[in-house]
């Protein structure tokens, strides 16, 4: 299965991204009589574009924990429930900047180390293209809630904003040929940042499945959007620095703004006058087998399902810089006992055509040096990333990785 990147194409195998937004509103306290000082946490959800007609997920709550080694079932959890919940919302509608209200609580200012996105059992699911809906599984150490990464510090007397970006591309696993569907959420956590990049792509030259993404210099994707009817796109949330902006599409010349700058406002592209045009391109398919990675497990005993954990990454190093990332297609089980399994994406031949930023935006050039090159990089869960750099061609090129 092929997801073209910052297709929020996977939360929930490839799941373009959902954000849940933590909004630390002051609150009283911090004072007199010794007590600590407190904030007022607030939550919120955000995803990007996905190849899948629907995610679906059904949120129940949002707990949060202090220490870094309580468990579960230990003391001090916080819990934060969903105002009118639980919360049953389609990850796909919450795009170029929508986000999704998940409550608050007053807490102790300070660090936490623990965060859970808590799920219901039931109303988790995927519809895909052609309209067969699938339930989602969660797997078995995710059951007392979705496992967020931290720290992070709510600051006393002040609001402290914070987004839980959840990715519906990477958060999705086929089991194989179980015909059972996975929920593998991937999800950061960052502040919510007020700067944002906006800009217009020519509608007239669109081709299928087309995706924006802010990414940094090492390709690393940061936050993607979708492109709306008119041509514009939003990519909200931003960090101030500076970004790469890539626009991907299936069998079009992969489109990219280097040197964007991002500060505390919005920075404007172009407009729709001079709306980023997408050139066609030949194409070739790159797949191949991932052999001996990292495995989930749903369910147990009888009814447990295994699958495969990896993916792979196409990227290629523009001229003088930076990298970027073009596409990610996830890796099919074949083989749960060995950790093998196939994966399979379609990458435009031609060379991406790229303009570094100004008020004005120049001429694309194509970057000639770059064509047909990529580098593939399988990753698993722990497992160091392989890499090797291809030339494809318009034909089927295999290209196999095997984890020692």
């Given amino acids: 299965m092929e997801k073209s990147i910052g297709n929020a194409a996977r939360w929930l195998a ?16 911090g004072g007199g009589g010794g007590s600590p000082a407190t904030g ?3 939550m919120s959800m955000i995803d990007a ?27 001090g959890w916080i819990t934060i429930p969903v105002p009118g919940g639980p919360k049953r919302v389609d990850l796909l509608t919450l795009t170029n900047g929508t986000l999704l ?20 059992d039931t109303g988790n699911e995927v519809v895909l293209n052609t309209g067969v809906a699938q339930p989602l599984k ?19 007397n002040t609001t402290s904003d914070f987004l839980l970006d959840f990715d519906a591309c990477k958060s999705i696993v086929v089991a194989g040929n179980s015909g059972q569907w996975i929920l593998k959420p991937v999800v950061r956590l960052t502040p919510k940042f007020t700067g944002a990049i906006e800009g217009f792509v020519g509608t007239g030259t669109l081709g299928t499945n087309t995706s924006v993404s802010a990414q940094l210099p090492t390709g690393e994707i940061y936050r993607t959007a979708i492109v709306d009817g008119t041509g514009k796109f939003v990519l909200p949330y931003l960090e101030s620095g500076t970004y790469t902006v890539v626009i991907t599409s299936d069998a079009r010349q992969t489109t990219v703004v280097t040197s964007v700058p991002v500060g505390t406002t919005t920075t404007t592209l172009n407009t729709s006058a001079s709306a980023l045009p997408l050139a066609t391109s030949a194409t070739a398919t790159v797949n191949g087998t991932v052999s001996g990675a990292s495995v989930i497990i749903v369910g147990t005993g009888s009814n447990a399902i295994s699958t495969v954990d990896a993916d792979v990454t196409a990227t290629q190093t523009l001229t003088g810089g930076p990298t970027i990332t073009v596409k990610t297609a996830e890796v099919v089980t074949t083989n749960a006992a060995t950790g093998t399994g196939t ?11 790229k303009v570094t930023y100004s008020t004005t935006l120049g001429t694309l050039l194509t970057d000639a040096a770059v064509a047909d090159r990529y580098t593939l990089t399988a990753t698993s869960p722990g497992e160091a990333p392989i890499s090797t750099l291809v030339p494809v061609a318009t034909t089927t090129t295999p290209v196999n990785f095997t984890f020692p």
Wanted: proline residues 6%; aromatic residues 6%.
């Fill in 49 to 75: 574009q996905c190849g899948y007609r629907n995610v679906f997920v059904n949120v129940r709550e949002v707990r949060i924990q202090r220490s870094p080694t309580a468990g579960d079932n230990d003391g």
């Fill in 14 to 29: 490839r799941l373009g991204s959902i954000a849940a937004l933590l909004g630390l509103a002051a609150c009283g306290g």
């Fill in 138 to 156: 969660t797997p078995s150490a995710q059951q007392s809630g979705l496992k967020i990464k931290a720290p992070y510090t709510v600051a006393p």
């Fill in 343 to 353: 994966y399979s994406m379609t990458l435009p031949v031609t060379a991406p055509a």
């Fill in 40 to 42: 007022t946490v607030r």
């Fill in 101 to 120: 209200d998940l409550g608050g609580a007053t807490v102790q200012a300070g660090t936490y180390e623990q965060l859970r996105l808590v799920l219901e």
